[in-house]
């Protein structure tokens, strides 16, 4: 209670300063985002406690960002707020939980659900500091957005851009939320797919470094990381569009980890690098991707409780970051902006399809034994760009992934379907 007093007492400082200043009030910003979410994993070919993992919700979402005060050193708060609402009643409760709402010990959801944080900030120059609830967006520390709403940390972020062309950052957190949760937990580590001996939580998380841009199509990223006791990890990539003629444009996106066990090693061995490259050719509104990945050592790949694989291939049922695995993809978007259809504009349509291939998993537990996963999937969707209803947008996906994994991993064989429907306004 001390420790939350405390953390509480520091984002509100702000409030205490004098707030008639004309920036604080000119530079703030509202947005509101209504979010309809239906989510449905049927399991197949596999004895798994429940046939699916299903729900459906809507989610209302409220960011509100003041200016800064007037002065060389400028304060301001922020503010998140979340309420989710369940629009399947007790049906759902026969199924796993997705993620999207709040689940209780007896797998029964809540007819709703509602969380607020605060963040209190400070800027000097370039330099800014943030105090309270935060939604990372690094490598390092990655803030799901694949829900209904993204998990936030309890911590301080420090942010320079004080450097032309280097923007250097930092968290220190806590405590995390996660995305269908109401309360603070520690910050740790799933044992996904028992990629190590165990589950654990630990006090608090940081990472340090940096993004700078290289030229007009290039940009590096560096990043070190240390969940405390558990592990330590280094980051690089580096991510670009670069334009081979007035028509096409190479796009790359190469990310690598080294992650290794420190401390007091609460969850065994930790001895990971992890190498991912997507690669895509795109022009006129096509884009043809290739993606690799592997993963080398003796673990898989660690990432934080909660979160998802912070790698440059991202997929919806599995996370493919097994011990030795490796994986193919193969990827075509096309983006609908220039294509008429008589007077009709399909400006704001855009279709996605992948597929991915991983084997050589080894799971461990299992000897000499290698496992594989493959999935399928489909992605449509349409923002309206213009007009009264600009921001409102639907999407809809769906996976077609199978393993041959044990049924007590963590993935199952699933055919995969979700539904979005947001709209966002700003006032």
Known sequence: MKKTSLWMGICLCPFFANMAHAQFIADSQAEITLRN???DRDYKNDPYPYTAARDWAQGLIFKGQSGYTDGTIGFGVDVLAMAGFNLLGSQADD????????????????????????TGKVRLSKNELFVGDL?????????????????????????S????????????????????SIRYTDVGIDNINHRFDRAATTD????????YQLNDAYRIRMYHAELQDIYQQQFVG???????????????????????DTGSEKIGTVDNRHLSGLFGLNTQGHTLSIGYMQSFGNTGLPFLSGAESPVALDFMSSDYSNKDEK??????????????????????????????????????AYGSQRFEEESLEFELGYRIPEGSLKGLGL????????????TNMTFHSANETRINVDYSFKF
């Open 204 to 211: 608090h998380f940081y990472t340090l470094g940096g993004a």
């Open 395 to 406: 999407r809809t996906r769906f996976s077609h992934y199978r393993n041959d994994m044990p």
């Open 327 to 364: 994986v193919i993809s193969l990827r075509y978007d096309y983006d609908f902006k220039n294509v008429r259809l008589g007077e009709t504009s399909l400006n704001g349509l855009r279709f996605m399809t992948r597929y991915a291939k991983g084997d050589d998993i080894d799971l461990l």
């Open 95 to 118: 199924y796993a939980r997705t993620g999207l709402l709040a689940v209780n010990s007896d797998n029964s959801r809540d007819d709703d659900y509602a969380k607020i944080g605060v």
């Open 37 to 39: 979410f239906y989510f």
């Open 238 to 260: 580096i991510y670009g569009k670069h334009s081979i003629s007035d028509q096409y444009n190479f796009l790359t996106d190469i990310r690598f980890f080294n992650s290794n």
């Open 161 to 180: 851009t004080e450097i032309p062309k280097l923007q250097l950052d930092g968290f220190y957190v806590d405590k995390v939320r996660q995305r269908d």
């Open 135 to 159: 939604v990372p967006q690094l490598p390092t520390i990655f803030s799901s957005p694949a829900r209904l709403f993204p998990q936030t940390y309890r911590g301080v972020r420090f942010v």
